[in-house]
T-cell receptor, first 112, second 112 residues
Framework: EDKVVQSPLSLVVHEGDTVTLNCSYEVTNFRSLLWYKQEKKAPTFLFMLTSSGIEKKSGRLSSILDKKELFSILNITATQTGDSAIYLC????????????FGKGTHLIIQP | DGGITQSPKYLFRKEGQNVTLSCEQN?????MYWYRQDPGQGLRLIYYSQIVNDFQKGDIAEGYSVSREKKESFPLTVTSAQKNPTAFYLCASSIRGGAEAFFGQGTRLTVV
């Protein structure tokens, strides 16, 4: 059974801080790891990682995958209050007809 | 605009009643999914469908039913057999065999 564990489950920091969110996983025939941001309703896609060691970057957010150690991190630099959200990590295997397996999420709160 | 539409946004149900949540997509995706989200639990898979007229149980299918009569539509019925139906329900879709899922805005169901 596929499994995703995220840590920490919640995190409170001040605006301008840098945060690192963790995601470890177990999946049969790994295909991809995905990060989503969920503010109020629909999760929105951030990154999809397939290969080890290749950093994906979008503005202040970046993510990297380690397929040997079975984990990924999501970094957010110079945090802003608008970064407050639940960050979800999910994995899918090849032949994964049942879609994504999600972790419980990290609830990030950025204080002014 | 292409996307996934869930309705209603908020739904109240009396104990013992069945209710149906709507999910419609115009992305021409073959695969559709229903997830349930509870506080601190992440997203858990209820049902999924890869093609019309076919669907499979996910991890927490008990007390739920679905149909897939059209490619665009994947309604979820929460039956009276579901003991704890109060939750946030998210519908998603993807291309068949695709990794990235696109989400609707969700339906918040409350049992009163």
């Amino acid at each position: 059974e596929d499994k995703v564990v995220q840590s920490p489950l919640s995190l409170v920091v001040h605006e301008g801080d840098t945060v690192t969110l963790n995601c470890s996983y177990e999946v049969t025939n790994f295909r991809s790891l995905l990060w989503y941001k969920q503010e109020k309703k629909a999760p929105t896609f951030l990154f999809m990682l397939t290969s080890s060691g290749i950093e994906k970057k979008s503005g202040r957010l970046s993510s990297i995958l380690d397929k040997k150690e079975l984990f990924s991190i999501l970094n957010i630099t110079a945090t802003q209050t608008g970064d407050s959200a639940i960050y979800l990590c999910a994995v899918v295997g090849w032949g994964g007809a049942d879609g994504l397996t999600f972790g419980k999420g990290t609830h990030l709160i950025i204080q002014p | 605009d292409g996307g996934i539409t869930q309705s209603p946004k908020y739904l109240f149900r009396k104990e013992g009643q069945n209710v149906t949540l709507s999910c419609e997509q115009n992305l021409n995706h073959d695969a559709m999914y229903w997830y349930r989200q509870d506080p601190g639990q992440g997203l858990r898979l209820i049902y999924y469908s890869q093609i019309v007229n076919d669907f499979q149980k996910g991890d927490i299918a008990e007390g739920y039913s679905v149909s897939r009569e059209k490619k665009e539509s994947f309604p979820l019925t929460v039956t009276s057999a579901q003991k704890n139906p109060t939750a946030f329900y998210l519908c998603a879709s993807s291309i068949r065999g695709g990794a990235e899922a696109f989400f609707g805005q969700g339906t918040r169901l409350t049992v009163v």
